[in-house]
Nanobody, 116 residues
Framework: VQLQASGGGLVQAGGSLMLSCSASTRVFSQYNMAWYRQAPGKQRELVARITTGGRTNYADSVKGRFTISRDNAKNTVYLQMISLKPEDTAVYYC???????????WGQGTQVTVSS
């Protein structure tokens, strides 16, 4: 499975961005999808996850500001980000996991930079 992330960029604090990640699989609906991020000098961390059934969970730092969603018909997962803060600056990675298996895939990452 190939994951193609897009939508990153430079935005001022308080601004918004929408990230997209398209997957090259005909069984996209069977994958749990997630967004992770990695800031310089820091470990990669989970930002948001959405299960095959549509349940979501978020890092405490983004609750109320970020929304993950998926469109199974388009094989795409989204991350809507509002009220962005400089500390949201990172490379954002798309992740796909097939439940009850060892199959896990990563996208190439998209840079999000929030200026103060």
């Amino acid at each position: 499975v190939q994951l193609q992330a897009s939508g990153g960029g430079l935005v001022q604090a308080g601004g918004s961005l929408m990230l997209s990640c398209s997957a090259s699989t005909r069984v996209f609906s069977q994958y749990n999808m997630a967004w992770y991020r990695q800031a310089p000098g820091k470990q990669r961390e989970l930002v948001a996850r959405i299960t095959t059934g549509g349940r979501t969970n978020y890092a405490d730092s983004v609750k109320g500001r970020f929304t993950i969603s998926r469109d199974n018909a388009k094989n795409t997962v989204y991350l809507q980000m509002i009220s962005l803060k400089p500390e949201d600056t990172a490379v954002y990675y798309c992740n796909a996991v097939l439940p009850l298996s060892t199959y896990e895939y990563w996208g190439q990452g998209t840079q999000v930079t929030v200026s103060s």
